[in-house]
C-alpha cells in the first residue's frame, strides 16, 4: 500500500466490489484495502489526510508529554542471598549424629536444636573443667598464702612463685575448658558431676530454611565437618552480570527493574548498591541491587532466574508513543495536525531525533513549536509516509 505526501491533496477511497465467478463472498476488508494514494510532489511537507481514511485505517491523535527519561541497559541477573544469610553447620569437635530429623525447605528458628553429637570426649572434657575447677580454690588460698609468708619475709621466694604459677596455670586450663564446653553449647557455669553428658545439642544459629542436609543419623561427623546449609531470606538482592563494556555507565543509587520469569508483566524496581570492581572471565561484573520496596522479598525464590533493565541517569524530555515515530531513509518524522476541515485534516511532517525509550514511549529532542497543545498522529501514521 502507498501513501500520500502532497500540499493539499486528496486521498480518496474507493472500493472494487466485482466478481468474476457467481457465488463469490464480498471482502470484510476490501474498503480499507482499497485506499490508495498517489505520491506528493518531492520535498513536500504537508500531507491531506481525509475523514474516511482516518477512520478507515484506526488511526488515533495524542499530545507530547514531558517526564524524565533514560537510557536502559538490558541485564540478565539471579536472587541472590548475601554472605550473612547463609550458613554451613559443622561441629568444632567430631561426634556421632542422632535426633536428625530435617527436611530440605523446612523452616528453622534462631535456637532450634538441628540434631545432636555424641562423643565419649565430650565426657572427658566435662571431667577436667570439673576437676580443675575445684582445685582452684586451694591454689588460690595457697598463693595467697605464701604472698603474705614471702611479704613478711618468712617464707622462700621460691615456694611463692611456685604457688602462683599453680594458681595462674589452673585457672588459664579452667578457663580454656569453659570456653571449649561453650562451644559445644554446654554451660560450664551450671555444671555438676551429675549432669555430665555424652550427648551435646547442635542449635541453628539464625532464622531461615534448611536448603542441603549432608550427613544421615548414625553417622561420624568429624571436626569441621559440614552437616547441614541454611539460608535467610530477611534480606535477599539482585545479582546482575554485566558486560564490560557498560561497567563504566553504571554507578549505586541508579534504579533497576527487574522482571520474573512467572510474573513477566510485572515489574520490581531495585536501586545498586554495588558495583564490582574486577572483570570476572566472562568478561563480565556483578552488580548487586536491593528492592525498594523490602515487602516483595517475600515473594523472590533465592537462585530465580531474573531480567531486568539497569535505568541510566535520567533527562527531562519531550516524549511521544512509539509508533508516532515514523522512519523514512533513517531519519524519523511525525505528523503534526496542523489545520482540521469537513472533509480532513492537513498534516505537517516534522523531522525529530529519538531518544531514550521507556514503558512504550520514545523520547524526543525539543522541536520547535512542539509542546503538550501540540496534536501528533499517534497511530498509523507509516501508512502515510
Given at each position: 500500500m502507498k501513501s500520500i505526501q502532497s500540499k493539499y491533496i486528496l486521498i480518496g477511497a474507493f472500493a472494487?466490489?466485482?466478481?468474476?465467478?457467481?457465488?463469490?463472498?464480498?471482502?470484510?476488508?476490501?474498503?480499507?484495502e482499497s485506499i490508495e494514494v498517489a505520491k506528493a510532489p518531492e520535498g513536500s511537507?504537508?500531507?491531506?489526510?481525509?475523514?474516511?481514511?482516518?477512520?478507515?485505517?484506526?488511526?488515533?491523535?495524542?499530545?507530547?508529554?514531558?517526564?524524565?527519561?533514560?537510557?536502559?541497559?538490558?541485564?540478565?541477573?539471579?536472587?541472590?542471598i548475601p554472605v550473612e544469610g547463609m550458613q554451613e553447620i559443622s561441629a568444632?569437635?567430631?561426634?556421632?549424629?542422632?535426633?536428625?530429623?530435617?527436611?530440605?525447605?523446612?523452616a528453622v528458628r534462631k535456637g532450634q536444636v538441628l540434631f545432636y553429637l555424641e562423643n565419649p570426649d565430650f565426657i572427658r572434657l566435662q571431667q577436667d573443667y570439673l576437676e580443675t575447677s575445684s582445685q582452684l580454690a586451694y591454689l588460690k588460698a595457697e598463693f595467697e598464702r605464701h604472698r603474705t609468708l614471702y611479704g613478711e619475709q618468712i617464707s622462700a621466694q621460691k615456694n611463692y612463685l611456685k604457688a602462683e604459677a599453680d594458681y595462674q596455670g589452673a585457672l588459664a586450663k579452667s578457663q580454656?575448658?569453659?570456653?571449649?564446653?561453650?562451644?559445644?553449647?554446654?554451660?560450664?557455669?551450671?555444671?555438676?558431676p551429675e549432669t555430665i553428658r555424652a550427648k551435646v545439642p547442635v542449635s541453628s544459629p539464625i532464622n531461615g530454611f534448611v536448603e542441603d542436609v549432608h550427613?544421615?543419623?548414625?553417622?561420624?561427623?568429624?571436626?569441621?565437618?559440614?552437616?547441614?546449609?541454611?539460608?535467610?531470606?530477611?534480606?535477599?538482592?539482585?545479582?546482575?552480570?554485566?558486560?564490560?563494556?557498560?561497567?563504566?555507565?553504571?554507578?549505586?543509587?541508579?534504579?533497576?527493574?527487574?522482571?520474573?520469569?512467572?510474573?513477566?508483566?510485572?515489574?520490581?524496581?531495585?536501586q545498586i548498591y554495588v558495583v564490582g570492581q574486577s572483570i570476572n572471565e566472562e568478561r563480565q561484573i556483578n552488580v548487586h541491587a536491593h528492592l525498594v520496596?523490602?515487602?516483595?522479598?517475600?515473594?523472590?525464590?533465592?537462585g530465580t532466574f531474573v531480567q531486568a533493565m539497569v535505568q541510566l541517569d535520567p533527562q527531562q524530555s519531550w516524549a511521544l508513543p512509539e509508533n508516532a515515530l515514523v522512519e523514512v531513509d533513517g531519519d524519523y518524522?511525525?505528523?503534526?495536525?496542523?489545520?482540521?476541515?469537513?472533509?480532513?485534516?492537513?498534516?505537517e511532517k516534522v523531522k525529530v531525533t529519538p531518544g531514550a525509550k521507556s514503558h512504550g514511549k520514545t523520547a524526543i529532542q525539543p522541536v520547535k513549536g512542539v509542546d503538550e497543545s501540540t496534536v501528533v498522529l499517534v497511530k498509523g501514521g507509516f501508512n502515510l509516509l
Open positions: 472494487v466490489l466485482t466478481g468474476a465467478f457467481s457465488g463469490c463472498g464480498k471482502d470484510a476488508n476490501t474498503a480499507a511537507t504537508e500531507i491531506f489526510l481525509t475523514a474516511e481514511q482516518f477512520s478507515t485505517m484506526e488511526m488515533e491523535w495524542g499530545n507530547p508529554t514531558q517526564g524524565d527519561f533514560s537510557n536502559e541497559i538490558s541485564v540478565q541477573g539471579t536472587v541472590g568444632y569437635f567430631g561426634g556421632y549424629v542422632s535426633g536428625l530429623k530435617l527436611l530440605e525447605g523446612q580454656s575448658l569453659k570456653k571449649q564446653l561453650s562451644l559445644i553449647n554446654i554451660n560450664a557455669d551450671q555444671l555438676t550427613v544421615v543419623p548414625g553417622a561420624f561427623l568429624p571436626a569441621s565437618g559440614k552437616a547441614v546449609t541454611l539460608l535467610n531470606k530477611d534480606h535477599l538482592h539482585i545479582e546482575l552480570f554485566l558486560f564490560e563494556k557498560d561497567a563504566p555507565r553504571v554507578h549505586p543509587g541508579q534504579k533497576v527493574e527487574v522482571s520474573l520469569p512467572d510474573s513477566p508483566d510485572k515489574d520490581l524496581i531495585a520496596n523490602e515487602e516483595e522479598e517475600k515473594s523472590l525464590i533465592p518524522f511525525i505528523l503534526v495536525q496542523k489545520e482540521k476541515m469537513a472533509q480532513g485534516f492537513k498534516l
